[in-house]
């Protein structure tokens, strides 16, 4: 078995709306049927017992997809599909296996191709390693708890999200309406918040200031000094560093000279800056507020052990870590309870050392902070929180300025006001860990996550920004383009990304092919975009996926014969439909999916869409869309020399005329293209006169489209300049210039080499049948085919041409296009086929300024 | 703002005295946070004792005026009452007292240790050797050591002993440094508080935290960095490789990951960018670092090329940052980065601003004032309505019902009064809160829509005024003798002079409410940089009749109705037998109370409805909990403001 290729797909596909890696795997003669190949299962399953069952007559691609499956499931990744697929290349399979996490992903594809190996040549194959490595590989690259939750309220909500990095940053929603979160901070979560809570005195100063009960004590100098403030002070205090964090060099309830001197040693080697305060009776609190809001209270309580009478204190905190919510970090629920020096030295001041066997009930502390990074417990108390107590915290947090605040509260309990008891805050902290709250140890989880998602988007707010996408064979640029601009007639900022290059508001920012997923979600990523048209291409599709999960509006807008048949196993029109079809897949619920009518395997996508339909054809009378309109839904075709777009009796009625792009309806593919627009706009919500105003003002020129039906005037002959290359599109270029007036009609025309045979065959003996002459041209890329071999293709086209006279072959793209002009006479029409965009139009263009 | 006719030196009257030790003497130095009797600033308030030095006059201590202008040669540029360079030195040579030499010397040392201080004034009380020195104190702390330092400089000049005048001066500018803002925020703080502008400012933190603006409007700044700058978009910034993805994602030139800088080479330049805007440039000198230190860099705002500027500013929102710098590099600021393979290198979070504010060549920019205006757009001033209640009697009850009528319009409203420390109705502290550190409580809490404080003459004789301007000032009956023998006041014009601070304060939009029947009204109303609201219980006054027939407004009663008249309207507010603190307990005092508070309510905009709701239903006793729970005195004591030495 050899693979040949792996691919992320990291949005909607071909295959599912889900992540997945995608492979295209070789197998060897004798692996084609696992039958067939003895004892390959059974070693198979002894290796990996939990693999799934195989179908008869299975292939090894799928043993291979199974197993990264079941590697992913055995770990608890939630995966639910994958497939394998014979492609007509025998023996070559597409196998796809979905994933939670990119590498993971990758590695269980690894794992599982090892353990197919391991299982043909009887080679040992350790799946507890395997399963360890991905385990590890997965807690290091997945969303942590808190971040996590925060994700998943997201998803609940229907907010679109992208991790940043590899680490917890994380992006909401799109474009202009995109916020960011890292773990428990917003992005409207302030710097100078959080350097006032790093700063405990500062901190203190603000609460006081607004009434909020906080211990007195200060800063001290010395290990003297802290004596002396412990004696101002009077009664427990606490010594602590004041830049710390996790309660580290933290030593409370100490009275007496030597513990509080003892403590500030402790404190210093954490923080050059240590203070002294009084100790407040009571347990820990720890407050979450979130904007305005308290949204979670946990009771923290320091890791212990209850005596037995019989285990030493170590064998009770192994028995205690034993429990299987404890893990290692932060991932868990628990955290296993740490035997170091700290508890050491809290048990001996107990009278105890790690051996004793504390009797039956006896209550032993292994540490003095509750933090749950140490070991600690946490007990939902969100419901006994007094208003007035849950008010400082609110109070505290507005007064650091923190948005979404854990606020340590000591005190005897919550149900009374702090002012009533001998409690304060003690603490306030940035980015505070949600895990206590999201499972805590005892008591409800709290849904911290929709607290901070709806914090940071209103209720009926999703984050996106409206989304077309557009597929076909041919028109897309320009319906992208036309589309776009209408939705940038509305005011917005429309990001566009096309096969030509990236646009923001008009302003090209990158070149090339765009039409692919990576560009889409830059769109989606930049700051400044309030709308978003995509070009689709198929290639981005396969590769990749789609750039975003959903769409409002999916325009297709034909696949006719379809275009680059037979590259990355779609070799028919119907495959290729598939891959356009997943646009079609993504359009939300209250979307609208833009359909021509005309094309029956476009309309056939209409079952695909969850949304609405809006079909569009020339003629109302186009079975599907008479159907469709029948039906009160909407339609849009032409009319009396209108563009008609009508649902049940209304109609909205566009003169031809005022469509420049259309060439007063002359030019049908126009037609077709301005009819998908409309169509999109409306599915849009855009306002008529909008739509009207935008079509009328949309200009269609070389220098705004090159290569798309860019007329020139030309010594009184008519001058075409066209990207077309393929069937389809050259018929349409045929209908519209057989629509304009010429006394000879002359095409400049080269082949792409990548094309089927017949598809290049095809183009001329369309052409051969309208122009009086051909002048065919070749250029330095061939595209994987011989010298000449192309232009031979495209003069067998021409054999059997009715109108052709003369044919011409010349090399050079630029030689060729003079060659034409040459030859061209007042009230002739050439049509030039360009290849390489830019220069030829350049070129074209220093013509039409000698002329 | 009136100036206030003053003399800045006033000289001692020497007469025959008895004999003492020829000293200086601090008996009690004051520090006055806020507007005082002095001046609008905070400064020091030294009462000096100048012993036998009360009989020897500069021009009698023998070598004194040389040593001192030898050892302050700066001293020559003090103007003093002469209104000239030179003119203290001329006074010195003329004959001047101890106490003025003093707060000159004081002053002096200010200025050398970088604080500059314009502003002292030295007074003889009337105790006969004993002096007021007051000198601006930008810096407390520095202030008081110049103080001390002062006081040993001149005592060694008189004695003619060896005094090390720059070892001292050095001690004074290393403890300046320690305090001093740095230039980021400074710049920023200058730029709020320019006389255009008039944003308070509040600094919370020895470290550069600082306030603007007060309450619920409060704004903060900590270095280059606002509450409003991100700590995900600082966090981004220290990760260089994520920064660049990011600001590629967005087709924005980057340079290379490996080299930092892109291949074309070119110079270095730093965009600050403030909100979506960029204020200025600055390019790197050859051989400079970074743009760190003042002098290193070029200004070259007025160059940028539109599309660079437009690049700089989209890579701040695609950060996420309101206030950054961008670092590119460019052959050619004033061209497009695509045309020269110019790049962004680098985008930082609190940029520093000196190599704007004082570039090697070119113009300096006010890069400060464009972060105020970016904080505070469209000349916001970031105040909230903070009434300030000043008299001899009868304030802790204004200020309640003040209190009361702002809580009940809707605004959360905070109080420092004698009765304690409110926040609407709870009651923070219950000690006495009439004091500057309450009124600062309040001004700092950001929940709080409006402020009422009560000022008594000791809190602005001792303390100074918790805000730097109010919207609204209430001076209640004024009784002259009651201040006598504290703070060395015993003349009814001192007592003016206190009071009045509380009317000066007075915003342009805002109002001074002044009781008719005051003898010092007359002189005091003109004191009032906004409207004045006079309030009386005889309507028939002559200063009230007056007073409505320039247009003013008044508040008073007639027949048996509070009536709040204006030139020639006259609406009826409420029937006196409904007001419920008169019902309780009938008084002129309670009476004249609730008119101050009711004309300070009207000057507030506060609708008449509520206001008569407010005087039909307060009653201080029934008001000072809203009864969730027994009030507890605090346990905790608010900390000092913190330190960061």
Known sequence: ????????????????????????????????????????????????????????????????????????????????????????????????????????????????????????????????????????????????????????????????????????????????????????????????????????????????????????????????????????????????????????????????????????????????????????????????????????????????????????????????????????????????????????????????????????????????????????????????????????????????????????????????????????????????????????????????????????????????????????????????????????????????????????????????????????????????????????????????????????????????????????????????????????????????????????????????????????????????????????????????????????????????????????????????????????????????????????????????????????????????????????????????????????????????????????????????????????????????????????????????????????????????????????????????????IEEALAHIAMRHTEA | MRNRKENACVTAMCDVGFMQRKAIRFLNILSLRGPNIWTYRPVLEAWVDIGALEECPSNTLPGFVDRLCAWLPTLAGHRCSYDEPGGFVRRLHEGTWAAHILEHVTLELQNLAGIPCGFGKARETGVRGIYKVAVRARQEDVARACLHAARDLVMAAIEDTPFDVEATQQQLQELARKYQLGPNTACMVDAATAMDRGIPTLQLSADNLVQLGYGSRQRRIWAAETDHTSAIAEGITRNSELTRRLLKACALPVADADKGEPEGGGQRHRLLVVGDTLVAAARLDAGAENFSLPHTAADVTDQVHPETAAAACLAARVIGLDIAGVDLVAHDIACPLASQDGAITAVHACPGLLTHLQPASGEPRPVGRAIIDHLFPNGDTGRIPVVGVTGSSGTTEVARLVAEFLRLSGKITGLACADGLFLNRRRIDASDCGNWQSGRRLLMNCSAEAVVIENGADVILGQGLAYDRCQIAVVTRIDPARHFGKYHIDRPEQVFQVFRSQVDVVLRGGVAVLDAADPMMPEMLPLCDGEVILFAIDPTLPEILEHRSRGGRAVFIRGDGLVLGSATDEASLVPLTEILLIAEAPSNEHLESVLAAVAAAWALGIAHHVIRTGVQTFSPDSNANDGTHPTTPDPITPHSMPTHA
């Open chain 1, 1 to 836: 078995m050899n693979i040949i290729r792996i691919q992320t797909l990291r949005g909607p596909n071909l295959w599912s709306l889900h992540t997945a890696i995608q492979a295209v795997v070789r197998c060897a003669e004798n692996e084609l049927c696992l039958d067939q190949l003895p004892g390959f299962e059974d070693r198979l399953r002894e290796r990996f017992p939990q693999i799934a069952a195989f179908q008869p007559g299975t292939a090894m691609a799928s043993a291979l997809e199974l197993a990264a499956f079941g590697l992913q499931a055995q770990i608890g990744c939630p995966v639910a599909f994958s497939r394998s697929v014979a492609t007509y290349e025998p023996g070559v399979y597409q196998v796809v296996v979905e994933y939670t996490e990119e590498s993971v992903g990758h590695l269980a594809f690894e794992l599982a191709r090892e353990l197919c190996v391991a299982a043909h040549d009887d080679l040992p194959f350790d799946l507890p390693a395997a399963l360890e490595r991905l385990r590890i590989l997965n807690e290091e690259v997945r969303l942590g708890p808190s971040t996590g939750a925060i994700v998943a309220a997201a998803v609940a909500r229907g907010i679109p999200f992208r991790r940043l990095t590899e680490g917890s940053l994380v992006q909401f929603g799109w474009g202009r309406k995109q916020r960011r979160i890292q773990a428990a901070e917003m992005d409207s979560t302030s710097v100078i918040g959080e350097s006032v809570a790093q700063d405990k005195e500062l901190t203190k100063y603000l609460l006081a200031s607004a009434g909020v009960p906080v211990p007195m004590g200060r800063t001290v100098t010395d290990a003297e000094d802290a004596w002396t403030a412990a004696c101002e002070i009077g009664g427990p205090v606490v010594v602590k560093p004041r830049d710390g964090h996790q309660g580290k060099g933290v030593a409370a309830n100490i009275e007496s000279r030597e513990d509080v001197m003892a403590a500030y040693a402790a404190a210093s080697e954490i923080s050059a800056k240590v203070m002294v305060e009084q100790y407040l009776p009571g347990h820990d609190f720890r407050l979450l507020v979130i904007g305005n809001r308290l949204v979670a209270a946990a009771r923290r309580e320091p890791p212990h052990v209850i005596g037995d009478g019989e285990h030493s204190i170590r064998e009770l905190v192994d028995e205690v870590n034993s429990d299987p919510r404890r893990g290692d970090g932060h991932a868990t629920i628990l955290t296993r309870i740490r035997f170091d020096d700290i508890t050491l030295a809290t048990l001996a001041n107990q009278g105890f050392d790690a051996d004793a066997v504390p009797r039956k009930g006896a209550r032993v502390a292994l540490r003095n902070n509750a933090n749950l990074s140490t070991g600690g417990t946490a007990t939902d108390v969100t419901d006994d929180v007094h208003q007035d107590l849950a008010a400082r915290a609110v109070t505290a947090a507005n007064m650091v300025g923190l948005d979404v605040c854990g606020v340590d509260v000591v005190c005897e309990n919550v149900l009374k006001p702090l002012e009533s008891q001998t409690g304060g805050v003690i603490e306030v902290n940035a980015a505070p860990g949600l895990r206590m709250h999201l499972q805590p140890s005892f008591g409800k989880g709290r849904a911290v996550g929709e607290a901070i998602i709806s914090t940071m988007f209103p209720v009926h707010e999703d984050g996106r920004i409206p989304l077309v996408a557009v597929a076909g064979t041919n028109g897309k640029t320009t319906t992208v383009r036309l589309i776009a601009h209408l939705l940038g007639q509305t005011g917005k900022r429309v990001g566009m990304t096309n096969s030509d290059g990236v646009y923001i508001a008009g302003r090209c920012i990158d070149t090339g092919d765009c039409s692919g997923p990576r560009s889409a979600r830059n769109i989606l990523f930049h700051p400044d975009v309030e709308a978003a048209v995509f070009e689709t291409a198929r290639g981005g599709i396969l590769r990749e996926g789609l750039g975003f999960d959903r769409c409002n509006v999916a325009v297709v807008t034909n696949i006719g014969m379809g275009d680059h048949l037979g590259l990355n196993y779609i070799s028919t029109v119907e495959d290729l439909a598939v891959v356009k079809r997943v646009i079609i897949h993504s359009v939300a619920q209250n979307g609208v999916a833009v359909l021509n009518a005309a094309d029956p395997i476009v309309a056939g996508m209409a079952r695909a869409c969850p949304g609405s339909v809006t079909f569009f054809a020339h003629d109302r009378h186009e079975r599907v869309l008479a159907n469709h309109l029948a039906q009160g839904k909407r339609g849009v075709f032409v009319e009396d020399g209108q563009i008609i777009a009508a649902k049940g009796k209304l109609r909205f009625r566009i003169d031809m005329e005022d469509i420049p792009l259309t060439r007063n309806g002359t030019i049908l593919f126009q037609v077709e293209n301005a009819m998908a627009a409309t169509a999109a706009a409306w599915g849009l919500g855009i306002p008529w006169g909008i739509i009207r105003r935008g079509l009328a003002n949309f200009v269609n020129d070389a220098k705004t489209a090159p290569g798309r039906f860019n007329v020139f005037n030309y010594r009184k002959a008519t001058l075409i300049a066209d990207y077309g290359h393929n069937p389809d599109a050259i018929r349409a270029l045929v209908q519209a210039v057989e629509s304009m007036p010429a006394k000879r009609r002359y095409v400049v025309i080269s082949g792409a080499g990548d094309r089927r045979d017949c598809d290049i065959r095809l183009q001329t003996e369309i052409l051969g049948d309208v122009f009086d002459e051909v002048i065919l041209y070749q250029d330095d890329c061939q595209r994987g085919r011989a010298d000449g071999e192309v232009l031979a293709l495209l003069r067998e086209g021409l054999v059997n041409a009715c109108r052709t006279t003369h044919i011409e072959e010349i090399r050079g793209e630029l030689l060729a296009i003079d060659a034409a002009l040459l030859r061209l006479q007042p009230g002739d029409l050439c049509l030039i086929l360009i290849d390489r």
